[in-house]
Each structure stands twice: as structure tokens, then as C-alpha cells.
């Protein structure tokens, strides 16, 4: 029971922040379903040690409430020996934890992720409204001046048409129509009625110049709209794998280990670079004289060249060892940003074992907690359990 309430409680703290990526966008019942279920899995590992605290709490402050540990310490048994039934069963729990956070998390939050991915990148759900422009469609523009409450019959339809992306060059204007879908969704049908088609010509000779115009009267006219556009489309979860919240403990310690192998591999590439880089640009600088070959023994051989070299050569040592700063605090910033994602790895990583030991705690403080508050129920061990859980967490 007090399980499915911090569950609960976790899962509306998701919902709360993700319903309006889900409201208006004419999800199927399953997706919501399937996605709902599998961010109520991802609370668990943390759900868990707070119901092992509170249900230790309220198991032992009711036996504390009624006597009974009174009863039973009267009888010769300890604290601890009255515990070890439920130590034995809480040991059980903290391993199926740690399975849990290991083995079927990664699994469930990639599944999540994706189908939230999934989710937002959804467009709207068809929606239109009496008097207002409607652009959801690809390549059209549709304002309707009045949708019966059925949301089949149409009155003053225009559509304007921008497939052909040259602009408003093809408008469609009719009394009155109706409107559906196919069965598959596919399409949206708007059947007109008593209207009027108006087209620029632009793909015509001198275009620009006459500007051809035609007008086409019609009866009844057919108009179909793709709507692939509003359909999910399922993102390949391949591109989700390599997220530190994906991985089992095994993987998470081999990435850690090739993260550092890389940037031990940088460090060591990066300074043989730099050092061609800055004394290579070096031998350009005796080219500037070619009677000097090696520098001056004694003094500064600077003196050997003319003003406007020496010029020209501290213009070249100053933008060097600019470029080469440049260059440094680059690999530096690089490298601190590898560095702390290898810290999320390793949290992600000891968060595995953490949050399982956690139960094993929250066993330890709500036990001996319970007997000391001696009350029952959900009154009192919440608001306990509640607050140590928030200093826990």
C-alpha cells in the first residue's frame, strides 16, 4: 500500500511536468498508456526506501500503540530479535532493488525518454476554430467561417495553397462544404461547394511582366489534405543509448573507463600539436634575413634586423602565443566538460547501490522510530516518514 502511494505521489510530480507536451495533440490511448506506465517504473528505485520507511513506521507505531512490543519485550525478546523476521525480508528487498536499478531501469528509461521524445516532437491535433487561419497543415492556409457542431459541415471555406512556396499565388474560396477524414487518418477530405478558384501563373513565359491570372467557377470541388504530418513517428531509440540513465552498471563503468581514456589520449596529442604549431611557425622568422642564420652569442640578437623586421617578427611571436593561449584554454574548457560527464557516469553508476541500500536504512530508522512515536495508521508516520525523506533526499 505504501508503495502505490509514493508512486503515486512521484508519478503526479511527472505528469505535472509533462501534461502539457500530452494535452491537444490527439494521442491514442495506448501511447499515453504505455508512457504513463513506464514513467511510474522509473520512480521505484526512489519510491521504495520511502515506503520501506513509512510502512516500518506504521507496522511497529501500531504494535507500539497497542501494547504488543510491550507484550513481547515483557516475554524476554529484544528489539533487534523482534526486527529480524522483517531484516531477513528487507534484505530481500534491498537486492531485488539493486536488480531492479540495474537491470530493468536503464531499459525503462530509455523506453520513457523515447516516447516522450516521440511525444513532443507530435504535432497538435487538428483544430479548427470558426473565423481564425489554420497552418498546422504542410503547404496550406485554411480559414473557415463557420464549423457545424458536428465538425462536418462547413460554411465560407478558403484555402490558400502554398505548395508550390512562391507565396498566396493559389487561393480556393467556396459557400459551403463538408469535411472528414479517411478511415485510416490519412487524409483530411473537404468536399466543396459553389466556389471560385484563383491562380497566379507564374511559372509561365514573362510571367513577371503580363501577369497571367486564372480563375476557375465550380460546382462541387474536391480538396484532400495530407495529414502524415500528424501522425508519431517513432524515433530510433539507438540515438537515446548512449545517456548515462540508459546504462547498467557494467556498461556505466566501461564508458567511465573509455571517457578517460580519451582524455588521457587528448592530453597527450595536445601538447606535441601545440609545440609544432608554435616553434615550426619559428623557422619562418630567419627567412626574414637571410644573412643571419644563427642568433647573436652574446646581446640581443634582435639589433641584427631593421625596425620595420622587428616589427613584424613581435607581431608574429604576439599572435602566436595568442593563438596558442587560445588554443590552450579551448582544450581546457573541452577537457573540464568530459570530466563532468564522467561525474554523472559515476553518480548514475553508485546511484544503482544507493537507492538500494537506501530501503535497508529507511528499514533501520522506522522501525526503532515507530516504537518511540507509538502511533498507527496514516497520520503521524507520514508526516515523520515525509520529513525524513525530504532530508534523506
Same mark, same amino acid.
Given at each position: ?5 509514493? $508512486? ?25 498508456? &504505455? ?37 513481547? #519485550? ?45 511525444? @513532443? ?27 457545424? #457542431? ?24 467556396? /459557400? ?6 479517411? *478511415? ?6 473537404? +468536399? ?11 511559372? %509561365? ?5 503580363? =501577369? ?6 465550380? !460546382?462541387? %470541388? ?5 495529414? /502524415? ?11 537515446? #543509448? ?18 578517460? +581514456?580519451?582524455?588521457?589520449?587528448? =592530453? ?6 601545440? @609545440?609544432?604549431?608554435?616553434?615550426? @611557425? ?32 613581435? +607581431? ?19 577537457? &573540464?566538460? /568530459?570530466? #563532468?560527464?564522467?561525474? @554523472?557516469?559515476? $553518480? /548514475? ?18 522501525? *526503532?522510530?515507530?516504537? $518511540?512515536?507509538? !502511533? ?14 525530504? $532530508?534523506?533526499?
Amino acid at each position: 500500500m505504501t508503495l502505490f502511494i509514493s $508512486i503515486f505521489i512521484l508519478f503526479m510530480q511527472f505528469l505535472w511536468k509533462w501534461v502539457d507536451e500530452l494535452v491537444g495533440k490527439g494521442l491514442d490511448s495506448s501511447v499515453v498508456a &504505455e508512457l504513463f506506465a513506464y514513467s511510474a517504473l522509473s520512480t521505484v528505485p526512489l519510491a521504495l526506501p520511502m515506503a520501506v520507511l513509512l510502512s516500518s513506521l506504521m507496522t511497529f507505531g501500531n504494535l507500539a500503540e497497542h501494547y504488543e512490543l510491550a507484550a513481547l #519485550k515483557s516475554s524476554g525478546l529484544s528489539l533487534y530479535r523482534i526486527m529480524l523476521p522483517l531484516i531477513i525480508f528487507i534484505v530481500f528487498v534491498t537486492a531485488g532493488a539493486y536488480l531492479f536499478s540495474n537491470n530493468l531501469l536503464p531499459k525503462t528509461n530509455l523506453k520513457m525518454i523515447s516516447t516522450l521524445f516521440d511525444i @513532443r516532437q507530435q504535432k497538435p491535433a487538428l483544430n479548427l476554430k470558426d473565423g481564425v487561419f489554420y497552418n498546422e497543415i504542410d503547404g496550406y492556409s485554411i480559414r473557415i467561417r463557420k464549423i457545424s #457542431k458536428d465538425q462536418r459541415s462547413l460554411t465560407g471555406v478558403m484555402i490558400y495553397d502554398h505548395t508550390d512556396q512562391l507565396g498566396n499565388t493559389s487561393l480556393t474560396i467556396a /459557400e459551403k462544404g463538408e469535411m472528414y477524414t479517411t *478511415p485510416d487518418q490519412t487524409y483530411l477530405i473537404i +468536399e466543396l461547394q459553389n466556389g471560385n478558384s484563383y491562380t497566379e501563373m507564374t511559372n %509561365q513565359q514573362n510571367a513577371a511582366l503580363t =501577369r497571367p491570372f486564372m480563375r476557375t467557377q465550380f !460546382k462541387e %470541388q474536391t480538396v484532400r489534405l495530407n495529414l /502524415e504530418g500528424f501522425k508519431m513517428i517513432r524515433a530510433d531509440q539507438d540515438i537515446f #543509448k548512449e545517456n548515462h540513465q540508459m546504462l547498467n552498471g557494467q556498461q556505466l563503468l566501461a564508458q567511465i573507463d573509455t571517457m578517460r +581514456e580519451e582524455i588521457l589520449n587528448d =592530453r597527450l596529442e595536445f601538447f606535441p600539436a601545440m @609545440r609544432n604549431a608554435y616553434f615550426g @611557425r619559428s623557422r619562418d622568422y630567419w627567412k626574414l634575413h637571410d644573412s643571419l642564420k644563427t642568433p647573436a652569442k652574446s646581446g640581443d640578437f634582435m639589433t641584427e634586423f631593421n625596425k620595420d623586421e622587428r616589427i613584424r617578427l613581435y +607581431e608574429m611571436a604576439l599572435n602566436a602565443a595568442r593563438n596558442c593561449q587560445a588554443a590552450a584554454d579551448s582544450k581546457i574548457t573541452e577537457i &573540464e566538460s /568530459e570530466n #563532468k560527464m564522467i561525474l @554523472r557516469y559515476e $553518480i /548514475e553508476y553508485w546511484r544503482k547501490y544507493t537507492l538500494a541500500v537506501a530501503c535497508l536504512i529507511m528499514f533501520f530508522v522506522g522501525a *526503532p522510530l515507530g516504537a $518511540i512515536v507509538r !502511533k498507527g495508521g496514516l497520520g503521524m508516520p507520514v508526516v515523520v516518514s515525509v520529513l525524513l525523506f525530504v $532530508i534523506f533526499w
